[in-house]
């Protein structure tokens, strides 16, 4: 039995992906950046898939940087951000609960000068807006927010936050790491009032190591990494072309389908909750209106010890961050969770390809296994 569920963590490459790299590999195999035909057929290919993505979250193909992942893409926006515009401003405003790609770059700038605010939720559970426009003020440089938490599901108030934040304090910019609600959430660019935005391609069916960062145009991002002035000099390196194809392939697959695949998923959560409702001892850490993608819950015992007994049975779920190595993110304190709770704390991640019988598999091994560790 092979029951894969954390998909937050990463997820199976779809065909058209595997087959977009595989092409480009053996076929289009040519360096972007050269003048002759294998190089041109090369930079039209990855044209092709910058369109692709631009055209999912609203923008232009210019506002599209390639990157190597999320976490290239939130390093470039924070410290691309900090150096073009901090010299005079030097606060950031975050979110308590951002992933560590965020929240450890904001440690870093922390130290070298910058002002980092994090806003917790309140005593409900929730974010406010309100909260975030209060942590503001003129010397701000720039807010960034998650739009779903990667261990709970949780959808943070991006839209309301940043439109809020551009009335009052319209040069501050604003920045969202999007991993989690990319083609899952319908979203776009403008509607977020979102100057920067953070992608990921092994989230959504590409392969690993490609991201994409989206720029707003007018708004100034200074290099992390310099060189021969690729992606207009934000990025410098030569393209990955097979895993840029890649990327551009499962956007494309998936790009037509957010709502319907978000309305199956919707089903498939139900029927998990319904499943191990009537587990004792189980408590459901995601709330309600969370997204249907990730389910986070506390099974009583220590989440590796539970973990390891499901991938016994070939059952495989997380404990939290897959970024975090298995060790406590300080994401489900934030959430009000208590500490035995988050001790025993796991995430179950679906797609629209998780079967209900999948699910039924895995509340009879969870129930197995609470009996059996706890006996």
């Known amino acids: ?11 199976k490459p779809c065909a058209e992906a595997v087959q977009a790299a595989v092409s480009a590999m053996t076929e289009n195999f040519g360096n972007p950046s050269s003048l002759h035909r294998a190089g041109l057929d090369a930079q039209l290919a990855v044209d092709n898939a910058r369109k692709i993505i631009a055209d999912s979250v609203g923008a232009e193909s210019s506002n599209i940087i390639f990157t190597s992942g ?5 390093n470039l926006a924070l410290r691309g951000i900090c150096t073009a515009y901090g010299r005079k401003r030097r606060k950031i405003v975050a979110s308590s609960v951002e992933h560590a790609s965020v929240d450890e770059t904001l440690s870093a700038l922390e130290k070298s000068g910058f002002e980092i605010v994090r806003v917790s ?14 942590s503001c003020d003129e010397n701000t440089v720039m807010i960034t927010m998650m739009y779903v ?28 790491d999007c991993v989690q609600a990319y083609m899952k959430i319908t979203f776009k660019a403008s509607t977020l009032n979102a100057d920067l935005i953070s992608l990921s391609g092994h989230k959504i069916h590409a392969v690993k190591g490609i991201g994409a960062l989206y720029i707003k145009k007018g708004i100034r991002v200074l290099p992390i990494v310099t060189g021969g002035k690729q992606e207009k000099g934000i ?5 990955s072309v097979p895993l840029i194809c890649s990327f551009g392939a499962a956007v494309e697959k998936y790009s037509t389908t957010i709502k319907e695949r978000f309305d199956r998923v919707s089903i498939l959560k139900n029927h998990l909750l319904e499943n191990i409702s009537v587990i004792d ?17 506390s099974v009583g015992k220590r989440s590796e010890i539970m973990l390891h007994f499901l991938e016994r049975k070939g059952i495989y ?9 298995g060790q406590q993110s300080g994401v489900l304190e934030q959430f009000g969770i208590s500490d035995k709770n988050a001790d025993s704390a796991l995430r179950i991640s679906m797609t629209a390809e998780t079967t209900k019988s999948e699910l039924d598999e895995f509340a009879k091994a969870l129930r197995e296994g609470i009996k059996t560790i706890r006996g």
Do not use: Q, W
């Open 121 to 134: 939720p309140r005593d409900d559970g929730n974010f406010y807006s309100a909260d975030f426009v209060e």
């Open 149 to 176: 938490n990667n261990e709970t599901g949780y959808i943070l108030p991006v839209k309301e936050t940043f439109s809020a934040v551009k009335r009052k304090y319209p040069d501050i910019i604003t920045h969202s």
């Open 317 to 325: 779920v997380s404990s939290g961050s897959a970024c975090s190595k």
């Open 281 to 297: 001892g189980i408590s459901v850490n995601s709330v309600d209106n969370a997204s249907p993608y990730i389910v986070n819950i």
């Open 235 to 239: 990025r410098s390196g030569t393209e």
């Open 1 to 11: 039995m092979f029951i894969y569920l954390d998909n937050a963590a990463t997820t």
């Open 70 to 74: 999320a976490t290239e893409s939130n």
